[in-house]
C-alpha cells in the first residue's frame, strides 16, 4: 500500500480489526471475516486497505490512543517510503500541506499534525521526521531550539494577556520556516495593536549569546515596525533585544567581501 493511498478509512478499520484480534485472540485475517459484518457503521470502512496496511507497520499498534498511534503509523511509513517531498520538512508544515491530497491530509489532522497550537509530542514529531538522515547532535541542537521558541511563545502568551491584548501569537516557524523569523507576537502602538516578529534564539551556556546569519540579519531589518530578539541561555531567559541594537552592533561589509554569519553576545543583566 503506497504512501498517497493511505485514508482514515483504512486507518479506522485497522483499529477495529486488531482490537477484534486482540480479544477474542485470533489473527488480523480472521477478525477480518468477522468485523466488517458486526455493525452498519463499521462495514463502511476499506477493510481491504487495512489488510494491506496491516503488513506494512509495528504489530503493536492498536489505535485506542488515536492521534498518538496515527502519528506512530505515518512516521513509520515515512522512514520507510522516503517520499521526494520529504526534502521540504525543514522549510515548515504549509510546504507539506500542499504536496498531500485530501486523503493524506486528513489522516494528518487526524494526528494533530495540523493543529494550530501543536503538543510537544507533535513538534517533536515534525522535527523527527525533519531530521532523518541527521546526526543525533544536529537532532538535538534542533530539538533545543523547538523547546526555545515553545517558551518564547508561552512567553509572549502571558505578555499580551497580562496587557489585554485581544490577539494572540502564532508559532511561524512550524509552519513556515523562511518566513524570516519564529513567533509573530503584537506590540501595542498607541491605540492599536501591530505585528512583532520575534527571532529566537538558544545556547546551553548561561551567557546570552548568539550567532546571527546574513538571511536573518535581512529578515529583521527589512521588517516594518518593530523586530525583537529573544536569547534564552541555561540559566534561563529570555534576554531581549530590539531590531536597533542588533542592526548598530552587526559587521560592516568591506570593499571585496560582505559578512555571512555574526557573533553577538548580550549585555549581562546585573
Known sequence: MGFDSLSMSAVTALGHLRQHARRQDVSVVEAYVIVPHTTADRASHDYEA????DGEIAADLYFEEQPRDIRTLLLDLLIRERPGWLSVVQSGRRYVRDLLNDRVQQVFEAAGLFDEVPAAEVVEWWDRLASIGWSELDYARLARGREAERRSLEYEIQRLEAEHCPYRPAWVSLDDN??????????????????LPIEVKSTVKNIPEFHL???????????RGSYRFHIWTGSGGPHI??????????PRDGTFGEWCDAFFRLPQES
Open 50 to 53: 487495512a489488510l494491506q496496511l
Open 178 to 195: 523562511q518566513a524570516g523569523y519564529d513567533i509573530a507576537s503584537w506590540l501595542r502602538e498607541g491605540d492599536d495593536w501591530d505585528v
Open 213 to 223: 546569519s546574513r538571511a536573518e540579519y535581512k529578515a529583521c531589518v527589512t521588517a
Open 241 to 250: 533585544a530590539d531590531r536597533e541594537a542588533v542592526i548598530a552592533g552587526a
